[in-house]
């Protein structure tokens, strides 16, 4: 029962967030804060390490997506989705699931911009940000998600998609 209100729950959540990701460029705060309270109280629901293990996928979540959110990678409301998926996948699960959203987050970049005839602005964007990396800064201009002429993408379709491949694919359990 416990399991496939997680199920439900998470289709939920990715769905909801990759729709409106995709149609108003917003993942809102209601949504994964929500998504987040109900993936704690359905392992904390399981007993303590199950909890402790969504604890940790939360914190492996939100590490990895604070990281490209400093970067300026992904936005905000993907950083808090990352972590609510990541309190529902729980660790280690939650490794593989970000490694699947990252593949499937460049395929997903890679269609956009072609679609919109602007792969080769993609490259030079993509130069110019590896040589700010490896920087630390110094090199290369500074670019954010609201610099004039970002190319952006409704990153939670690829969240979505990866987390439910995941999820359903490696038979994920609470």
Known sequence: MIQTVADVSLI???????WLDFTTHRIPNWLTVTGLAVALLLRA?????VFVSGLEGLGVGLAVSLG??????IGGGDVKLLAAVGAFFGFPAVIGALGLMAV???AF???????RGVLPLLILNTVD???SWLSLGRAGQLRTLESPGALTIAYGVP???GTLIWWFGEGVRL
């Open 104 to 106: 499937l987050g460049g």
């Open 109 to 115: 970049a890679l269609v956009s911009m072609v679609r």
């Open 45 to 49: 629901s399981l007993g303590p390490a």
């Open 12 to 18: 939920g959540l990715v769905c909801t967030a990759a």
């Open 129 to 131: 940000l590896v040589r």
């Open 68 to 73: 490209l959110y400093a970067l300026r990678a």
């Open 159 to 161: 969240i979505a998609l």
